[in-house]
């Protein structure tokens, strides 16, 4: 039987069915000033990585512990930049049904995604730029 995941609120859940698309969630409150919210998830380790960048630069990560920052001017404009080749909006549930696979969701102003295993080509630099950020949280 395979796994399909749910994704509501950003909590994942393993429930028994085949697999349907997944759901995407705002995983940040409505908040106006929030510029981008990304979140990881999963693995074989159940990792959990959030990371919340306001408008004036303020940046909330949460791995393990909870760290807060402010953005360099370079660092802000190129995080801005690279979200905006991000063209793929819709969450997708290809790869949830994958053992210890990962899960990643994404917002930003107007929209939201979730995908699962692998992140879409166009958002490759934003997701390393915000994986960079959640790592140097953790120094």
């Not at 039987?1 to 909590?11: C, D, F, G, K």
């Not at 069915?17 to 998830?41: C, G, N």
């Not at 693995?43 to 959030?50: D, I, K, L, Q, T």
């Amino acid at each position: 039987m395979l796994n399909r995941i749910a994704v509501s609120t950003m909590t994942v859940m393993a429930v028994s069915s085949s697999p349907a698309p997944a759901q995407s969630s705002r995983p940040i409150p409505e908040q106006a000033d929030v510029m981008v919210a990304y979140e990881r998830t999963g693995g074989f380790a159940g990792v959990r990585e959030r990371i919340t960048v306001h408008d004036d630069g303020k940046t909330v990560v949460t791995s393990g512990k909870t760290t807060d920052f402010i953005l360099t001017t370079d660092e802000y404009r190129r995080l801005r930049n690279a979200l905006r080749s991000v063209t793929t909006t819709w969450s997708s549930a290809f790869g949830c049904d994958i053992p210890d696979h990962f899960t990643y969701a994404l917002a930003h102003r107007d929209w939201q995604a979730v995908r699962c295993h692998r992140l879409p080509d166009d958002w490759q630099l934003a997701v390393a730029q915000l994986d960079e950020l959640i790592s140097r949280s953790n120094w």
